[in-house]
């Protein structure tokens, strides 16, 4: 299954058109689909997972009901993606108190959520923003709090939060082979990342 790509902070790209989508707080996780098996493989970032996973298990039934009929209907009616071999969505996966890919689950009546940002195509890639805001903007998926260049203004407005995020953004733009990502996070995200892991906070920023 397509592992998501490593996301390069905002030190590139300058003066390049894009959209900027929301950065939820929470942990990347992938679901593959396929014409005969439908969904049939769930996994973190780095690792496969099923039901009985003790953090990412409810994830699986929590996807099945709330993402997978709507994604596999823009698959099965859009000509250009009914035929690819797999397809994988990309959601994130958080709650009330995660933080930096930690979560409590124990938190009674404060369901997890599922919240769709990317669909990589079989030997096609992740499909471009525009692409991909038109085809699935419709379910739940990632906001879009931009668009415009990517430029210092727009850095500085996640950093500062003038913009209406809290971990940040990610700024997407181009499409097929040419598709760029940046990441950029807010300085109050990354004071609260200091605070919680002292020394060891680069790891999750």
Known sequence: MKEYPSIEGPNGDFGKPCIAFYKYDGSNLRFEWS??????????RTRLFDKSDPVFGSAVDLFMATQAEGIERVIRDTKEFRNNERVTAYCEFFGPKSFAGIHDLEIPNEPMELVLFDINLHKKGILGPREFVNHFGHLKTAQVVYEGNFNQTLID???????????????????????????????????????VFAGEWERYA
């Not at 014409?35 to 973190?44: E, V």
């Not at 807010?186 to 004071?191: C, F, K, W």
């Open 157 to 195: 407005a996640v950093r500062n939060r003038t913009l209406p995020v809290w971990e940040g953004v990610i700024a997407k733009g181009g499409s097929g082979h040419d598709l760029w990502m940046r990441k950029i996070k807010s300085n109050d995200y990354l004071d609260k990342l200091r605070a």
């Open 35 to 44: 014409p005969k098996k439908g969904w049939n493989k769930f996994g973190t």
